[in-house]
């Protein structure tokens, strides 16, 4: 109880790019809070390219996404623009505060390098055609997650366990947002 009371007021304080609270978004509609790599990483640029293509459906269910990241909202704003991501919802987290009070840690050697991470690197620019990026643009150990959020509670979460993971995005939501 007392968990969810200091996560709620961590809602609270993750102000978005308009102004408004995750916690006051989220008594709106589910949030699907996505906290993103830095914007160099690969997989950071897969998410997007993901949910870019999966934004209809994921919104369509009744879910609002919001992302969270590393870098000022004027940078944020071109990677999301460039990724057809117009408009998109964002808070900025450049001292990862709100990456460690949700439990998101540092990645290990494996975790950011192992050859998973490797292979599914190659897939992903080889094959889907990402591209690589040259700026790191926050920190490179800090790991990623999403969480479901609905009345300023976590109602569901995938925590990556290498920053390699490609989660199902509207498998996630879908759920929370079926039951309201």
Known sequence: MVANKIKSAIFDEMVTNDGRSVKELSEEKAVMLVFLRHFGCIFCREALADIAKQREKIEGLGSKIVFVHMTNNVVAERYFNRYELENALHVSDPTCKFYAHLGLVKGNFTQLFGLQSWIRGFS??????????LQQLGDGF???????????????????????DRPNYEKLVKHCCEVK
Do not use: C, N, Y
């Open 124 to 133: 992903a620019t080889v094959l889907d055609g990402i591209p690589v990026g």
């Open 142 to 164: 800090q790991m990623p997650g999403i969480f479901v959020i609905q009345d300023g509670e976590i109602k569901d979460s995938f925590i990556h366990k290498l920053a390699s």
